[in-house]
């Protein structure tokens, strides 16, 4: 076992480090500088239909597709930025005009959509999201839901401006 000697020098300066850092180590609070940019995900524009309509809710309802919106590099939150969302659902296919929507997100980068209940297309419960606004590069996403009872899905994105 190894016995450590701290000398009154060495814990009046470890002390000080505590304190002007805090318990977290940081002098300045944790920030997200250097937020690499969402990557587009294969197979996340399939189906994809430009300039779907801004909707408070997508069909009958009863699934919420959620996330964020933040800013490549400084991680802040993108307010009003448009997030089209399309499914295959228990109303209908993931290519009907019905089953596709769009939100925009709120002032602390949030969006929420409800819309039918996902189901499997080709074997996996997923959903598609897009961000096509044009103030930043267009990302599309497909997470895959872990099961097709879950009765929400997020996703996030972090964007990379023009």
Do not use: C
């Given at each position: 076992?190894?016995?450590?000697?701290?000398?009154?020098?060495?814990?009046?300066?470890?002390?000080?480090?505590?304190?002007?850092?805090?318990?977290?180590?940081?002098?300045?609070?944790?920030?997200?500088?250097?937020?690499?940019?969402?990557?587009?995900?294969?197979?996340?524009?399939?189906n994809y239909?430009p300039g779907?309509?801004?909707?408070?809710?997508?069909?009958?309802?009863?699934?919420?597709?959620?996330?964020?919106?933040?800013?490549?590099?400084?991680?802040?939150?993108?307010?009003?930025?448009?997030?089209?969302?399309?499914?295959?659902?228990?109303?209908?296919?993931?290519?009907?005009?019905?089953?596709?929507?769009?939100?925009?997100?709120?002032?602390?980068?949030?969006?929420?959509?409800?819309?039918?209940?996902?189901?499997?297309?080709?074997?996996?419960?997923?959903?598609?999201?897009?961000?096509?606004?044009?103030?930043?590069?267009?990302?599309?996403?497909?997470?895959?839901?872990?099961?097709?009872?879950?009765?929400?899905?997020a996703a996030?994105?972090?964007?990379?401006?023009?």
């Open positions: 076992m190894t016995n450590t000697r701290f000398s009154r020098r060495s814990l009046i300066a470890l002390g000080g480090a505590v304190l002007a850092t805090g318990t977290t180590g940081l002098l300045l609070p944790a920030r997200a500088a250097g937020l690499a940019p969402t990557p587009s995900m294969r197979g996340g524009s399939n239909r779907a309509p801004i909707v408070d809710r997508i069909g009958g309802g009863g699934f919420w597709m959620t996330g964020t919106v933040r800013r490549a590099g400084d991680g802040a939150p993108l307010p009003g930025q448009r997030i089209q969302i399309w499914a295959h659902t228990t109303e209908g296919h993931e290519r009907d005009p019905q089953s596709h929507g769009a939100t925009l997100t709120d002032a602390n980068g949030q969006f929420r959509l409800e819309m039918p209940q996902i189901v499997p297309a080709f074997g996996q419960p997923h959903g598609h999201l897009a961000y096509d606004s044009g103030e930043f590069e267009t990302v599309f996403l497909r997470p895959i839901m872990a099961s097709s009872k879950d009765k929400t899905l996030h994105f972090v964007l990379q401006p023009l």
